[in-house]
């Protein structure tokens, strides 16, 4: 008789002979910093982005909305910190990032593979979420009259000029970065960890992921949510953040450049 399928996480890279195991299963990553640790990581994020929220209202409630350099370049240094927070954490218990990460790539072969891995995973998620959003509309396309509604919860961080374009990619690929690495890193990790169970570990660092993200509205942090599933899913299976990153870091670039690019001629 076949076992039941056990969601349960091995890490090949950083689960050690140490590491608990299920009863009649595979082993379960081992923390990779202590929960207090994780506990006060989590609380400044919550704090982060509630501080964050409050700033984007103010923005929005402007006539004349300033330009988003200095929030951009606020952001990148709060992502930097936020990884560099949590890699302390990690070297407390004297685990290297590389294991955190998933290993390197050994060939160009790994490099090419995990590339065509984001490509199709950006595809596929982004065709997922437009099916979501298409259901939470009640069956409404969003339409180009409609960008200006659909794109309001970040409006005054869409960059315009030339020096704004480069900072948002900058902060694209930050964003893609220490986001992957802290979400579907550590935070997974963690919570798979601390639950003994994949599917939970998943599920608990997309929910921390939407709240991450309050300033963008509920609906727009729900579906931020399930993209940080998403995330969670192919970083499980792929046992990498690496083409994570990547994904992460195209997806931003990309809509960011898109709304610049598609926002003045709405409504016309």
């Given at each position: 008789?076949?076992?039941?399928?056990?969601?349960?996480?091995?890490?090949?890279?950083?689960?050690?002979?140490?590491?608990?195991?299920?009863?009649?299963?595979?082993?379960?990553?081992?923390?990779?910093?202590?929960?207090?640790?994780?506990?006060?990581?989590?609380?400044?994020?919550?704090?982060?982005?509630?501080?964050?929220?409050?700033?984007?209202?103010?923005?929005?409630?402007?006539?004349?909305?300033?330009?988003?350099?200095?929030?951009?370049?606020?952001?990148?240094?709060?992502?930097?910190?936020?990884?560099?927070?949590?890699?302390?954490?990690?070297?407390?218990?004297?685990?290297?990032?590389?294991?955190?990460?998933?290993?390197?790539?050994?060939?160009?072969?790994?490099?090419?593979?995990?590339?065509?891995i984001a490509a199709g995973f950006w595809l596929t998620s982004a065709l997922c979420l437009a099916g979501i959003k298409f259901a939470l509309n009640h069956g409404?396309?969003?339409?180009?009259?409609?960008?200006?509604?659909?794109?309001?919860?970040?409006?005054?961080?869409?960059?315009?000029?030339?020096?704004?374009?480069?900072?948002?990619?900058?902060?694209?690929?930050?964003?893609?970065?220490?986001?992957?690495?802290?979400?579907?890193?550590?935070?997974?990790?963690?919570?798979?960890?601390?639950?003994?169970?994949?599917?939970?570990?998943?599920?608990?660092?997309?929910?921390?992921?939407?709240?991450?993200h309050l300033y963008q509205g509920a609906q727009q942090m729900f579906i931020i949510a399930l993209y940080g599933a998403m995330f969670g899913t192919l970083a499980?299976?792929?046992?990498?953040?690496?083409?994570?990153?990547?994904?992460?870091?195209?997806?931003?670039?990309?809509?960011?450049?898109?709304?610049?690019?598609?926002?003045?001629?709405?409504?016309?």
């Amino acid at each position: 008789m076949d076992e039941p399928f056990n969601p349960t996480f091995t890490d090949p890279v950083a689960t050690s002979e140490d590491s608990p195991r299920m009863p009649g299963g595979p082993s379960v990553p081992s923390p990779v910093a202590s929960y207090i640790h994780t506990f006060v990581v989590i609380v400044i994020m919550v704090c982060v982005s509630l501080m964050s929220a409050k700033t984007m209202d103010a923005r929005r409630n402007l006539p004349n909305p300033p330009s988003p350099v200095s929030q951009y370049l606020t952001t990148l240094l709060w992502l930097w910190l936020l990884a560099a927070l949590c890699y302390i954490g990690m070297r407390a218990r004297k685990v290297r990032l590389v294991e955190v990460i998933g290993g390197r790539w050994k060939s160009l072969d790994d490099f090419l593979i995990d590339i065509a891995i984001a490509a199709g995973f950006w595809l596929t998620s982004a065709l997922c979420l437009a099916g979501i959003k298409f259901a939470l509309n009640h069956g409404k396309a969003t339409t180009l009259n409609d960008l200006p509604e659909a794109a309001k919860s970040i409006a005054a961080l869409i960059p315009h000029t030339p020096r704004e374009i480069v900072l948002w990619i900058a902060l694209s690929i930050t964003a893609g970065l220490c986001e992957e690495f802290v979400f579907r890193g550590y935070l997974q990790r963690q919570f798979t960890a601390l639950t003994r169970n994949a599917a939970a570990g998943i599920a608990l660092s997309a929910i921390v992921f939407g709240v991450g993200h309050l300033y963008q509205g509920a609906q727009q942090m729900f579906i931020i949510a399930l993209y940080g599933a998403m995330f969670g899913t192919l970083a499980f299976f792929r046992k990498s953040t690496r083409p994570g990153m990547m994904a992460h870091a195209w997806q931003d670039t990309l809509s960011g450049l898109a709304l610049s690019l598609l926002l003045p001629h709405a409504g016309k």
